[in-house]
């Protein structure tokens, strides 16, 4: 039996393991394939305090769990299929096996959105990428598309252009959604066209992306551009699958909890990109995971 079994390996997660086991609670953390989540994914960290430096994402990943290692929590690497919240001992199935708790911290985070283009699952993988920094070398002097204009999109534009001939921007409104800081060095990149008010209508190709059609949404104009790349960053969707009926959702589909992480099923929280939440940000899921574990730690208290 644990006292808190931790549901996902992001910095959400790790920064819970790190409170539980440092409260001396026999905690275990279960992810399903490599540790930092969507962190993991991201090249240069310019905005995670204590580094002055930028530090890569997954760099960062190890060092939490080794971080949260040190002060005995268990790192499992296994999916978990299901779960069982309510009750004073709750249970959590795994691929593998079924281990009890007194608490559970839901930290699954999110999963990139897809376009939603018929043509998007077949390509998938043969030129749609939903992650730059795992597949951007697959694209070394070629040309790319990256669609969104958030900060994951401008992100990666840029260490796309570091790698690519050309890259093109496509965004569906006049201005970006990312971060002012990371806007000027974009706006600075001569490699990067930015594509503005234009949404993806077709991507072209059979056995491998070719190119695609976009439409200007305030002329309606449609033109195509020759890419072998496609990098789709409009968003992620949270991975709420293994609790959806469980735990309270809100209509947005992230769970809902209050300034302590607490689900509405007692002795069950939630912390990170999964969270209802106005600002998702490396550092607001780990302040959320040291809260969540504070708040497990008085609920086994009790
Ligand atoms: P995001 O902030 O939700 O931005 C998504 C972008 O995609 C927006 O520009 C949005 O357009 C566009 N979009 C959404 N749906 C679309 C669709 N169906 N077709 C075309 N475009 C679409 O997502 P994100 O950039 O992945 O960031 C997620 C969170 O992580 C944010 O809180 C972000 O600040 C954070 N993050 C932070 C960093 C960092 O601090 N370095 C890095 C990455 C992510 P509109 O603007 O028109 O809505």
Redesign the pocket.
């Known amino acids: 039996m644990y006292d808190v079994i931790i549901i996902g390996g992001g910095p959400a997660g790790y920064s819970a393991a790190l409170y539980s086991a440092r409260a001396n609670l026999k905690t275990l953390l279960f992810e399903r394939l490599f540790s930092g989540g969507q962190m993991a994914t991201?090249e240069f960290?310019e905005?995670y305090p204590g580094f002055e430096e930028p530090i890569n994402g997954f760099d960062l990943a190890i060092k939490m769990e080794n971080q949260a290692r040190r002060f005995g929590a268990e790192i499992m690497i296994d999916e978990v299929i299901d779960m069982e919240l309510e009750g004073s001992v709750k249970t959590v199935k795994t691929l593998a096996a079924e281990y009890k708790s007194k608490a559970i911290i839901l930290a699954m985070g999110g999963s990139p959105?897809e376009?939603g283009l018929p043509e998007e699952s077949l390509l998938k993988g043969r030129g749609i990428s939903y992650c730059a920094t795992c597949d951007g070398s697959f694209y070394k002097d070629k040309t790319v598309a990256v669609?969104?204009?958030?900060?994951?999109?401008v992100?990666d534009a840029l260490y796309l252009s570091r790698l690519c001939k050309k890259v093109y921007l496509i965004?569906?409104?006049d201005s970006l959604?990312a971060?002012k800081s990371l806007q000027v060095e974009l706006f600075r990149n001569k490699k990067v066209e930015i594509v503005w008010d234009s949404?993806i209508k077709g991507i072209l190709g059979d056995q491998a992306v070719e190119g695609m059609n976009i439409a200007n949404v305030k002329t309606n104009e449609e033109t195509r551009i020759d890419v072998e790349g496609i990098f789709v960053?409009?968003?992620?969707n949270p991975n709420t699958g293994l609790v959806k009926g469980k735990v309270r959702i809100s209509d947005e589909g992230y769970i809902v909890t209050d300034e302590e992480m607490k689900t509405d099923i007692p002795g069950v929280f939630a912390c990170g990109d999964i969270r209802q939440k106005a600002?998702?940000?490396v550092i607001t899921a780990a302040a959320d995971g040291a809260i969540a574990a504070y708040s497990a730690e008085k609920h086994i208290g009790t």
């Open positions: 991201t960290m905005n959105k376009l669609i969104g204009g958030g900060d994951t999109a992100e965004h569906r409104r959604r971060t949404v960053a409009i968003g992620a600002f998702r940000q």
